[in-house]
Every structure is written in structure tokens, then in C-alpha cells.
């Protein structure tokens, strides 16, 4: 089954809401076996959202809409497909009761201008919300099937599971689109190209994709209008191939983070990890505790940015940092060394470099960045250059440590 998507909303136009909810239903609908053929995004005035659904309904005869079912003057979706389907609207008491004790549980009073969202469409099937106050709707005619959703993420997201997806799966046939995602870091798409391109014909009918980012490159194989077994065995044999061939900078699966990966990794050990960071100013450690249950494994860090810093509480020689600079190999050790010493932990990371734009050098460019680490008394430490602006730069030299311990650790070399 293909479907086209509908995300209605002036400030997705104007960029300030990113539209989450079309990816996510895509995700959604995929593990079904339905198809989003087409993702269109309008302004909130009734001909662009009429134009849009009308032609949408003209290609694949199914749509799902999301916004413009609030109580406001801008909220014309529900209006406009009403139309569409010479649906008119009638009150449905059955919402509005729901409303109004929706509205006392919080302590308030609803407001008359939230009777048009009671307000249902001739022949509709109401999709009860009881996560916000628009209901979702459930259009089928000559025209097709609309199913209308709120824009708000999670009220649109709990529609999607327990209303839409129960109503949409069955017209799948059990035919399902799923994919599958090998995470790699350190090495370019290019190289990447170069090793698999080759065995691409093995995977097929499955398809692969490159997802760079600036943490990394993303190989992503999904099986299309399969059976869930056949899907599965094939993307198993897939991933098996992928991982052998990209073996040197995978490090998971899916959407795992590599922070997480370390952290297990350390745990295996029961050892502890604490961070030394120049440029990242503090970047690592937020990878590091954005992962749940990090706390048996990570104790903290010292954010050395300035000099002083990473002579007094890192215990780094003046001399040294005169004679080679905040940004060499002997600092990152020495950052390492004092790290280590001041926590007392079998694993430290240290971090140091010129995110720019100003500050770099013929000998030390913009994107020169020195990362060093102990591994309960093995050290080491690797230079990089890396691409991108201040902020890709911290991002990337934030990955490639979390990358330079992993690698580091045993079974990883």
C-alpha cells in the first residue's frame, strides 16, 4: 500500500519546527508495509492544504494529514477535506463531553472556541485522543481515505499506534518495509563506497543506502514489500556482510549511540572513566551522561579550556605548554597522566585542538585536534584534522575520542 503524507504548518515552512512528525510516521508506517511515496509540507491557509490532499488523493488515494485541528482561526485542515469529501460537519455532543471533563481535570474551563473541534464530518470515524483535545479523523469515500491527525508529536505518535496502524496494517497483505542500519565512524563515504560498492548486487533485492553525518557514516540495507520472515533472513545475511566488510569503524547497529557502546565496554570491566577536555568544553561528557545508567561507569571530568585550568587541576607543566602548546601530543598526555592522577580511574580521554574559525596555523590548522588516552596503563594518543565549522568540529573530535577508546579496549584493537 502507498500512501502519501501531508505535515501542514506555516512554521515548518519557515523553519522554526522541524518536522518530526513525517519522519517518524514514515518509520511507522514502514514496519507495516505501507509506503509514504511522497512527504509534503503547507502553509496553514485552506488552498494550499486543499490543493495539496487533492492531489495527493489524485495519486495514490490515501493520505494522512497532520495539523490544523486546533481550536484556532488558522486550523482549517478539518474544514477544507470536509469539503473535499462533501462531508459536511456536524457536532458530535459525545466529543464535546469529553472536552469539557478533559478541560476539569486540569482545573479550567473550556473555551467556546473549542467547539469546532467537536465538529465532525458526515460518514467520519472519530479516532479518540486521549492524549490532547483534537480527535483524530478517519475519511473514506470517492475520493479516497484522509486520515487526519493532530500536529502536536506524542498526540499524533499515540494515534499512530493504537488507531491508524491497527485500521492500515491489515491492507498491507503482511508484506512489511524494514530496514536495517549498521553505524560506522571515522572513515569517509567514500572509502566506504569502495569496499562494498562491489557486493551491493549480493544484497539485492534489498537496497543500500550512505547516511553520512557529522558523527559518522550510516549504511542502511531495507528490504521492500518482503514477508517479515524473508525480510528478516535477508537483512541478517546483510548485516553479517556489511559489518565483515566495514569491520575496522563499525561500532553498532540501529540507532545505538557510541557512547553507550563504550560504557558497556567499560562495564565488562567494572572499570570507571573520567574526560579531559579542551576544545569539546564539555561535549564528551554530555554524550557520556545523556546515556541512562551511565553513572557506574563515568565520575566526571575537567573541563580545561584555558591554560591555568589545565595546569592547576590537571598538574600540565608550563614549560610544556610554552615549549609545545595547549594543542600537541605531549600536552594531550600530560592532560591524560594528570587526569588519571586526580581520579583515581582505570580509563581517562583527553581532548585537545583548534575548533577555529580564528586561532589556527600553518603547522596547527583549523580542525587540528590531539586525543589521548590510558586504558588501565596502556596509552596512547592520535592526531586528526578534521572538516566543518566550531561547532562540527567539537562534534566530530567529541566522536573520535569516544571511537579511540573504544578501539583501544580489548577485542576492539
Known amino acids: 500500500m502507498n500512501i502519501e503524507l501531508v505535515t501542514i504548518g506555516t512554521e515548518l515552512l519557515l523553519g522554526q519546527i522541524v518536522d518530526s512528525n513525517g519522519a517518524e510516521i514514515g518509520r511507522l508506517l514502514a514496519e507495516r508495509g505501507v509506503r509514504v511515496c511522497r512527504r509534503t509540507s503547507v502553509a496553514d491557509d485552506a488552498e494550499s492544504i486543499r ?15 497532520t495539523g490544523g485541528l ?36 486540569l482545573g479550567r474551563s473550556v473555551a467556546s472556541t473549542n467547539r469546532c473541534q467537536a465538529e465532525v464530518p458526515l460518514g467520519a470515524t472519530v479516532l479518540p485522543n486521549r492524549w490532547g483535545t483534537a480527535p483524530g479523523l478517519w475519511l473514506e469515500g470517492e475520493p479516497g481515505l484522509v486520515v487526519l491527525l493532530p500536529g502536536v508529536p506524542r498526540e499524533m505518535r499515540e494515534l499512530m499506534r ?24 571515522g572513515v569517509a563515504e567514500s572509502r566506504l563506497a569502495e569496499l562494498i560498492g562491489l557486493v551491493e548486487g549480493e544484497l539485492a533485492p534489498l537496497t543500500l543506502a550512505y547516511l553520512p553525518s557529522v558523527v559518522g557514516v550510516d549504511l542502511r540495507v531495507t528490504a521492500w514489500r518482503l514477508s517479515e520472515s524473508e525480510a528478516g533472513e535477508r537483512l541478517d545475511r546483510a548485516e553479517r556482510r556489511l559489518r565483515e566488510l566495514a569491520a575496522d569503524w563499525v561500532y553498532g547497529s540501529g540507532d545505538v549511540d557510541l557512547a553507550a557502546v563504550v560504557l558497556e565496554e567499560a562495564r565488562k570491566y567494572r572499570w570507571h572513566l573520567a574526560v579531559a577536555e579542551s576544545c569539546t ?22 573541563i580545561a579550556y584555558d591554560n591555568e585550568v589545565k595546569v592547576h587541576h590537571l598538574g600540565v607543566s608550563r614549560d610544556l605548554l610554552a ?22 580511574v582505570e580509563v581517562g580521554v583527553a581532548v585537545t585542538g583548534v575548533a577555529g574559525p580564528a586561532g589556527g596555523s600553518a603547522e596547527k590548522p583549523v580542525g587540528t585536534v590531539w586525543i589521548g588516552w590510558d586504558l588501565v596503563g596502556r596509552t596512547g594518543a592520535i592526531r586528526l584534522v578534521l572538516p ?26
Open 70 to 105: 486546533g481550536p484556532t482561526n488558522d486550523d482549517r485542515t478539518k474544514v477544507v477535506v470536509a469539503e473535499l469529501f462533501g462531508a459536511p460537519l456536524r457536532f458530535d455532543p459525545a466529543i464535546w463531553e469529553s472536552l469539557v471533563a478533559r478541560f476539569a481535570k
Open 51 to 65: 490543493t495539496a490532499v487533492s492531489e495527493a488523493l489524485g495519486r495514490t488515494g490515501a493520505v494522512i494529514t
Open 162 to 185: 493504537f488507531e491508524v496502524l491497527p485500521r492500515l496494517a491489515p491492507r498491507a497483505g503482511g508484506i512489511v518495509i524494514l530496514s536495517r542500519t549498521v553505524r560506522t565512524t
Open 323 to 344: 615549549n609545545e602548546g595547549a594543542v600537541s601530543e605531549a600536552a594531550c598526555r600530560a592532560m591524560v597522566e594528570g587526569l588519571i592522577g586526580r581520579f583515581g
Open 281 to 302: 568544553g564539555g561535549l564528551l561528557g554530555g554524550r557520556l551522561t545523556a546515556v541512562q545508567g551511565s553513572s557506574d561507569v563515568f565520575v566526571g571530568g575537567v
Open 388 to 413: 566543518g565549522d566550531r561547532q562540527e568540529i567539537r562534534a566530530r573530535a567529541a566522536q573520535a575520542a569516544l571511537f579511540a577508546l573504544l578501539r583501544a579496549m580489548p577485542g576492539h584493537h
